[in-house]
């Protein structure tokens, strides 16, 4: 599909997406929702105040999503661009943005959330091209007490994905990132980073050893404190070429 007709595609695809939108007041109680929200988000017409929580299947990312607002609440620059994230479930995977509102003058009075399921999208997207993959990760964003920090790519010796949270493990530790991990293995510098089984990216440069054990095989890393990590039949070629381990 040329340029042109992926544009018209995309175009497409947006206008017949239906939008998830949640309208939160400056406390981030729930205020008004759309019928895409309400079949996502529960909505007891019997409590007074209405907290903003996941439904169970999505629970993982309730941290992820207060963290949204609270970078959509002191974003600097003016105007605010939106903060955006994605969640991931099972097969499904949302797109979330958030935006403040503020009065005249400039004191906050609410939120506005919306959402897009863009599973559909992702699955029939084609490869990135040169200008996404420019867009490598200079900075990767983590949860911790204050909220977020950035982490430096060359500083993960591996990513960690399970049903409830995507971890990196990292110089200082282990650290939980706002980002799936799929989002991850497309933005990390290929040249370095390689998934190299649905639940692991790893850091090739902090490998140390790729050992066979009991007919599987695992990663060791230089740092013998950090766990292995298996290795997927699939890509056990791939990662033997990468590691010079193999002639191309």
């Known amino acids: 599909m040329n340029a042109l007709g992926a544009q018209s595609a995309t175009l497409l695809w947006f206008e017949n997406c239906e939008v998830g939108v ?8 729930v205020m008004a929702m759309n019928d895409g929200a309400r079949q996502i988000f529960p909505f007891d ?22 963290c949204m607002l ?20 099972l097969e499904q995977v949302l797109l979330f943005k958030a935006t403040r509102l ?17 599973t559909q999208m992702l699955q029939s997207a084609a490869p990135l091209g040169p200008e996404l993959a420019a867009q490598r990760l200079q900075k990767v964003p983590v949860l911790n007490d204050y909220g977020s920090a950035l982490v430096d790519p060359q500083d993960i010796f591996f990513v960690q994905s399970d049903a409830h949270a995507t971890s990196l493990c990292t110089r200082a530790g282990w650290q939980r990132c706002i980002w799936g991990i799929g989002d991850l293995a497309a933005r990390l510098d290929p040249l370095h980073f390689m998934r ?6 790893v850091n090739l440069r902090a490998v140390a050893a790729l050992r066979n054990e009991a007919g ?9 404190q950090h766990p292995r990590v298996p290795v997927a039949r699939a890509t056990k070629l791939a990662l033997r070429q990468a590691l010079g381990l193999q002639a191309h």
């Open 45 to 66: 017409e019997r409590c007074a105040v209405r907290q903003l929580v996941l439904p169970p299947a999505f629970a993982h990312s309730q941290s992820q999503l207060l």
């Open 196 to 201: 190299v089984h649905r639940c692991y990216v």
């Open 216 to 224: 599987k095989s695992y990663l060791h890393f230089k740092d013998k």
């Open 70 to 89: 609270d970078q959509a609440e002191h974003a600097l620059a003016s105007p605010a661009k939106p903060i955006s994230m994605m969640v991931h479930w």
């Open 22 to 29: 949640v309208h939160l007041d400056a406390r981030r109680n």
């Open 102 to 118: 503020l009065d005249q003058r400039a004191h906050l009075m609410g939120f506005v959330l919306k959402f897009y399921d863009v």
